[in-house]
């Protein structure tokens, strides 16, 4: 019998202090689909980490065929034939559904079917997937992002598979083909790790089973030796803790004095809720049924139909935003500002309780809050201690601290114990009940079926957006509740288009990278026949050069800036860079200097841009600058380096040099000719390599582009120094325009070259752009200003017609792009 | 057990000092002392009287910039709106003194329209603060030339008196901007308005969730940077007799990197208005003491930015990680 491909021998691993693993093993026979059950924070997720490299373990090896390997990383464990799903897909938004199977699938598993196009036709057929090759991922739904990272994950025909909970965001049909797919992949040599929740999959796909309790091993068996009843036991073991304080115990007078009536909402149906004054509600569910939606809805964060009572009393969704007081679960990005003290924190919605005339009554807030945060046994070095230096149960506390604050009229907790440990839990737990006992209704999600059972009065399970089970008093136990939930037979609605065909044409259309350059086009082309039917110089050979003189210098410092903007940053110091090359080649490029001095000069101004670029990119990535700062102090630092060499302008530049730049053919100067060819070639370099596929899925999402194991410090700091490079360029061109060296020459090109880029469709917030648009981009600035010269139109009208050009155009490209978009 | 860890919530602080606040005052008191030994004519009443009035412009023009980087955002319409402000309180009195006060109420009502203009740009219509300010920069000019045609005009003498008579010996420019400070630092500290937009700046998804109106906030941002911005025009107006129509242009990154000196994040959220105005300060005498020093302008430049640099380094680079790997070494080496 040869070796398993897949073995995990004695795995720990701890986060903070806190063991999410504790000597787990697994072991992965070959072409077997094994099965992965196990609680939300059993530790499925991060044992697979593990075994594909994300994660590092504490101690414990790692053997893929029959190779032990002590520092795997998700490189390495690709090359050994390891493909993982994860449940948050791996897919960069901007990019193609073509370039994103690029990334992952290498070139050889693409020419089964003879030429790429085909290949990935068929591998996006297999999972039933209609959309076209070339459309933008942000387009997909999110199910059909899932069954994409998915066709990557098969399409490289791994050795072992591992796939965590495929299912959860997928329509019946897709599910469907999923399980075939895996049933045959299976057949065929491959060794599956299949994680799930639902016990209906474990019977239809797995050939043994594997079941991890709060990190620990409880067990692996044969799937045909082992009942439900067994496989539950396993997964739900430890006994109920005494940490729940005793339950709401007198019936209550007050009956529904909190109604919920058939609401509805984009990821829920007709829910109905309703709690007797003093009890706690329970939502429960596998995680990602639709219950987090419902809570932010009835927090009034959400839209939803139907209606919502208290006390009799009906409220609206805005009056539920300012009243309902609302638990995020996730404490660091919705919850708190983590960036703020304790104190800021707990009082930031009471501020207005703490006035005595127009401040804010320190002493007032000091004591109010400190208060709270002694009734909730808050513990916290000081007051004015950052939240962030909390621990997860503590800061979970200061928001309940500010909700009671508040005085709400509910209390909506989304996930409240989660990151939080034992003792602080059954704090919370108590904190709860005492609202409740108060009046005060609270409503609980939890995906941890223990938790419900010990603190609500009431649970209701929900699978697919829709509540399948409620449970009251004895029948609230983890067992019923995780039965309910894993057993439900509800499909989830399988999304379909809802829109015609020639939206959709349309809707592709005005998204591209193309439309900014043919818009352009069409903006340049209609404001030179209108100065022309005003001004027949217009289209003399001296104008169209001197014109395009112009654009050619702003447009290559242009194509550096749009690379930095590719990747979501900016590149300020483009500017002053570009008038300190030119001082640079000032010293070396003159009448009288022999060829070689002229050509040193020339390669001293790239490696001079070499190096700024270096400075930029290392501030950034190294010294964690934000782009804005740390090219800030590079533009300061460039223009005192240009004074410093050349305090007045001087250096005459050789002449032959300035002829040889400004040679032109007709009307065209060379230097246009070379810098639209380099946009085109650059433009066709960004889709059509890696580099370019690298720098789009920097800017697009870092920490996809991570896991999928791009390099991004390497493409950030080459993207400034290609930004440099690029500016040297231009400041070659300003050499020809000018004459000599000036370092006041170039600070205006980091906003003008800003503005062009903008004006040709390029994102600030990284992922796309064009550089042919920043070319076209360049040229209409420097036509627009020519133009007043031609209307006589004073200056007021340049910048008038420049600041509306900018609002306008980021206006535009900003609505067309979020135009359709869910 | 849980009695004993009641206690240990300290109480806050009565008054609180940043630390932006601290290393800002720290560089203004080295600086001075530097001043005095290498460079005493930096010092001298003249050379202080000639740059206090700009240290409090660009100080004011700083507290507007705190507040739209709190937010998340970057203001460069500085440059037109300095310029045009000063234009109207200059070109439109035309040394008329009883034209000034509607001069002036003109500037205040360009600036609340321009920022609600930037405000609603950035949160309405989504566009990143860099472009929108920008283009609205371009506008800002255009108006500005459409009133003076580039071409500056005298001041008028009551703004000039307004400005320039001295208190104590001291221009009342100068205690223009330090009332400006301290203003908004209160406003900011303890005001539920000025608490609120902080929280805001800090964490908008959060601030949604708790229910707050961020838009409100951020757009108020905008409108409050340009009244601050409005008000160092019509000093600037007084100030300089003569003032160009592009007086704001110098105003545009020095406000930026007195914000980030201030130990403001360009990320957002807590600002330090005090130690903005503070921060300019510091830029202005740094500007003075090297000139005395009869360095270069490229020199000073460059010492400028290595300022900016080791500023944003202390608040940017994760010292106590640094320290802990540094440390750590330096002990085992120790210990061999």
């Avoid at chain 1, 194991?709 to 231009?730: K, M, P, Q």
């Amino acid at each position: 019998m040869s070796r398993s491909p897949l073995i995990l021998s004695n795995i720990s691993k701890s986060f903070a202090g806190v063991a999410a693993l504790r000597d787990v093993s697994l072991e992965v026979k070959e072409g077997e689909i094994h099965a992965l059950l196990g609680e939300n924070g059993a530790g499925k997720s991060t044992l697979m980490n593990v075994a594909s490299g994300t994660l590092q373990p504490d101690s414990g090896t790692i053997e893929i065929n029959g190779e032990i390997i002590t520092a795997l990383t998700p490189h390495l464990a690709t090359s050994h034939g390891l493909a993982i799903v994860h449940q948050h897909p791996a897919v960069l938004p901007d990019l193609s559904i073509e370039e994103n199977i690029r990334i992952s699938v290498p070139e050889e598993f693409l020419l089964t079917e003879g030429s790429p196009a085909a290949t990935m036709r068929k591998i996006l057929d297999d999972f039933g997937f209609t959309a076209n090759i070339k459309d933008r991922v942000e387009t997909l739904t999110i199910a059909q992002q899932h069954l994409l990272d998915l066709a990557k994950a098969f399409a490289v025909n791994p050795r072992v598979l591992i796939l965590d909970e495929p299912t959860a965001p997928l329509g019946q049909e897709s599910v469907e083909i999923l399980f075939d797919r895996v049933k045959k992949i299976a057949k065929s040599g491959t060794s599956v790790v299949y994680i799930t929740h639902r016990l209906a999959e474990v019977r239809e796909l797995a050939d043994r089973v594997t079941v991890l309790r709060d990190g620990k091993w409880r067990g692996v068996k044969d799937i045909a030796d082992i009942s439900d009843d067994e496989i539950m036991t396993l997964i739900v073991g430890r006994e109920l803790e005494s940490t729940f304080p005793p339950k709401h115990g007198i019936k209550s007078t007050d009956k529904q004095f909190f109604k919920v009536a058939d609401i509805s909402g984009a990821d829920f149906q007709n829910v109905s809720l309703t709690a007797n004054k003093g009890e706690i509600v329970g939502i429960a569910g596998v995680v990602g049924n639709g219950q987090s939606q419902l809570l932010r809805a009835i927090a009034g964060l959400d839209k939803f139909s139907g209606a919502i009572e208290i006390s009799g009393e009906p409220i609206s969704s805005k009056q539920l935003l300012n009243k309902a007081a609302y638990m995020p679960s996730d404490r660091h990005g919705e919850g708190l500002m983590m960036t703020l003290s304790v104190r800021e924190n707990a009082a930031v919605n009471a501020l207005s309780k703490f006035t005595s005339g127009l401040f804010v009554s320190r002493k007032t807030e000091t004591n109010v809050v400190h208060a709270s945060l002694q009734s909730l046994e808050v513990k916290a070095p000081s007051m004015d201690a950052d939240v962030s230096a909390l621990s997860g149960g503590n800061q979970q506390k200061i928001v309940m601290s500010r909700s009671l604050l508040a005085e709400p009229v509910l209390i909506i907790a989304d996930e409240p114990t989660q990151g939080v440990d034992v003792g602080a839990r059954a704090e919370i737990y108590k904190i709860l009940r005492e609202v409740a006992e108060k009046g005060i209704p609270v409503i609980v999600n939890s995906s941890d079926a223990k938790e419900l059972e010990g603190l609500c009065d009431r649970v209701y399970v929900m699978s697919r957006g829709h509540v399948v089970s409620t449970l009251e008093g004895e029948d609230i136990t983890e067992t019923k509740i995780v039965a309910a939930a894993v057993s439900s037979t509800k499909l989830k609605k399988e999304e379909g288009p809802t829109v015609s065909e020639r939206v959709l044409r349309t809707r592709k259309l005005l998204r591209s990278d193309f439309l900014p350059p043919i818009v352009l086009t069409g903006m340049i082309t209609l404001l030179g026949l209108f100065i022309f039917s005003r001004n027949n110089l217009y289209f003399g050979s001296y104008n169209i050069n001197a014109v395009l003189g112009l654009g050619t210098g702003l447009g290559f410092i242009a194509l550096g800036q749009t690379i930095v903007l590719m990747t979501g940053g900016i590149d300020l110091s483009v500017g002053p860079a570009s008038g300190v090359l030119l001082v640079v080649g000032s010293f070396f490029v003159n009448d009288g200097k022999s060829l070689p001095i002229i050509i040193i000069g020339f390669l001293l101004m790239f490696v001079v841009a070499v190096l700024i670029g270096i400075v930029n990119g290392s501030l950034i990535r190294f010294a964690k600058f934000t782009p804005v700062a740390g090219t800030l102090t590079v533009y300061i630092a460039l223009i005192g380096i240009g004074y410093l060499l050349r305090p007045a302008p001087g250096g005459y530049i050789n002449a032959t040099v300035t002829d040889a730049l400004l040679a032109k053919i007709g009307p065209i100067p060379y230097t246009f000719i070379i810098l639209a060819g380099a946009a085109v070639l650059f433009e066709v370099l960004l889709r059509r390599t890696g580099w370019g596929v690298r720098l789009r899925a920097s800017g697009s999402n870092e920490e996809s582009a991570r896991r999928l194991g791009i390099n991004i410090n390497r493409t950030i700091i080459g993207a400034y120094i290609a930004s440099a490079l690029f500016a040297a360029v231009g400041s070659v061109i300003i050499m020809g325009l000018i004459g000599l060296g000036d370092p006041a020459q170039g600070t205006s090109y980091t906003l003008q070259s800003i503005t062009a880029v903008v004006l040709g469709g390029t994102s600030l917030l990284g992922g796309r752009g064009s550089f042919i648009g920043s070319l076209l981009g360049s040229v209409l600035m420097v036509q627009v200003l020519n133009a007043c010269v031609f209307l006589n139109l004073s200056q007021t009208w340049q910048y008038m017609f420049q600041g509306l050009l900018i609002v306008f155009a980021a206006i535009s490209y900003s609505l067309t792009r979020s135009g359709g978009k869910k | 057990m849980s009695t004993t860890q009641i206690r240990e919530v300290k109480r806050s602080a009565r008054m609180q000092v940043s630390r932006g606040m601290k290393t800002v005052l720290a560089g203004v008191i080295f600086l001075y002392i530097a001043s005095a030994i290498f460079a005493p004519t930096s010092i001298s009443r003249v050379a202080q009287m000639g740059m206090l009035p700009f240290a409090a412009c660009l100080a004011i023009v700083g507290l507007g910039q705190t507040l739209v980087i709190q937010q998340g955002g970057i203001d460069l319409s500085v440059a037109g709106s300095v310029s045009l402000f000063v234009v109207i309180v200059t070109w439109g009195p035309d040394r008329h003194d009883d034209r000034l006060i509607p001069a002036v109420l003109a500037a205040f009502a360009a600036a609340i329209i321009t920022g609600l203009i930037n405000g609603a740009l950035v949160t309405k219509t989504k566009l990143n603060s860099i472009v929108a300010t920008l283009g609205v920069n371009s506008l800002l000019y255009g108006v500005m030339m459409a009133l003076s045609g580039g071409s500056p005009r005298r001041t008028t003498d009551r703004l000039s008196h307004f400005t320039n008579n001295k208190t104590f010996g001291l221009q009342h420019s100068v205690y223009y901007g330090i009332i400006c400070a301290v203003i908004l630092t209160i406003l900011l500290k303890r005001t539920v308005i000025g608490r609120r937009f902080e929280a805001v700046g800090a964490n908008p998804r959060a601030a949604l969730a708790t229910g707050l109106k961020v838009g409100r906030y951020q757009i108020g941002a905008y409108v409050a940077a340009q009244i601050f911005y409005c008000i160092a025009g019509v000093i600037l107006g007084g100030v300089i007799s003569q003032p160009t129509a592009y007086q704001g242009d110098e105003f545009v990154l020095p406000s930026v990197a007195v914000v980030v000196l201030g130990g403001t994040s360009l990320l957002g959220g807590r600002g330090f208005p005090a130690a903005s105005a503070l921060a300019a300060l510091f830029l202005k005498q740094l500007d003075m003491f090297v000139l005395s020093l009869g360095v270069p302008y490229g020199v000073r430049t460059i010492v400028i930015s290595i300022s900016l640099m080791l500023g944003i380094a202390l608040y940017a680079v994760n010292w106590k990680a640094v320290r802990s790997k540094f440390g750590a070494k330096g002990r085992e080496l120790q210990a061999a």
